[in-house]
């Protein structure tokens, strides 16, 4: 049997969560024997954590977490995770930005890799972030060798057995990629897929504000350190 949970993080995405999940159970349900879907309301401020919960009541399969204050975009993805019941597990976003049709060819290559990594072949974001986001997978792949096409992609499929092995710490915009520098260190077998994305529907992106990239770069050098020091 496949079991799969889909892990989102959630902030103030009131406009678009209902057809997210809605989106989740047509698309990734039929192809798996038993469906979970783990959503981090990370301290919202709309109507977000009202409506999951709504939701949680008539399907049981979706399950709401709650952050009573915003924690941060990599603290919701590492709860969202780390909650997980089934064996694989898929990190998506929350904002309809990726197809989850595109899910049946990632679960036909977990039968040989430990995970599946997307990239996108053609990001639908403002030239700012595809700047910054080429950018710093360039520099993720600098300090820790070869790493990921496009480390930030929010379209991960992996086995149960990755989050059993490994910890994370990162609790911001550097989640993704501590948690692929970790899991490539610890040995298992990454393979990458092009995924597609489309522009955001409603609501808005907080990932190029400067204080999310400084905590980044912070969490960045602070990890590179801590693994020159063997840690």
């Given at each position: 049997m496949t079991s799969l949970t889909?892990?989102?993080?959630?902030?103030?995405?009131?406009?678009?969560?209902r057809a997210m999940i809605d989106l989740v159970r047509e698309k990734a349900g039929p192809l798996v024997?038993?469906?979970?879907?783990?959503?981090?309301?990370?301290?919202?401020?709309?109507?977000?954590?009202?409506?999951?919960?709504?939701?949680?009541?008539q399907d049981p399969r979706v399950r709401l977490i709650n952050h009573a204050v915003n924690l941060g975009y990599g603290a919701a993805v590492r709860d969202a995770v780390w909650a997980a019941g089934k064996e694989l597990i898929l990190l998506t976003d929350s904002d309809l930005q990726f197809d989850l049709a595109e899910l049946g060819?990632?679960?036909?290559?977990?039968?040989g890799a430990d995970m599946v990594i997307g990239y996108r072949y053609a990001r639908s974001d403002p030239w700012h972030r595809r700047l910054f986001g080429h950018g710093w997978s360039w520099l993720v792949n600098l300090l820790f060798g070869y790493t990921a096409r496009d480390v930030d992609c929010a379209f991960k499929l992996f086995k149960r057995r990755v989050i059993e092995t490994i910890h994370v710490e990162s609790g911001g915009a550097m989640f993704s990629a501590e948690f692929l520098v970790r899991a490539k260190r610890a040995g298992f077998k990454i393979v990458e897929e092009p995924v597609s994305h489309h522009p955001r529907r409603a609501g808005s992106q907080t990932g190029a504000r400067p204080d999310v990239i400084l905590r980044a770069f912070r969490e960045l050098l602070k990890m590179r350190w801590r693994m020159w020091m063997g840690k």
């Open positions: 889909v892990s989102m993080p959630a902030y103030n995405e009131a406009e678009n969560i024997d038993e469906l979970e879907i783990v959503v981090v309301n990370d301290g919202s401020k709309d109507d977000t954590a009202a409506i999951v919960e709504a939701i949680s009541r060819r990632f679960l036909q290559r977990i039968d």
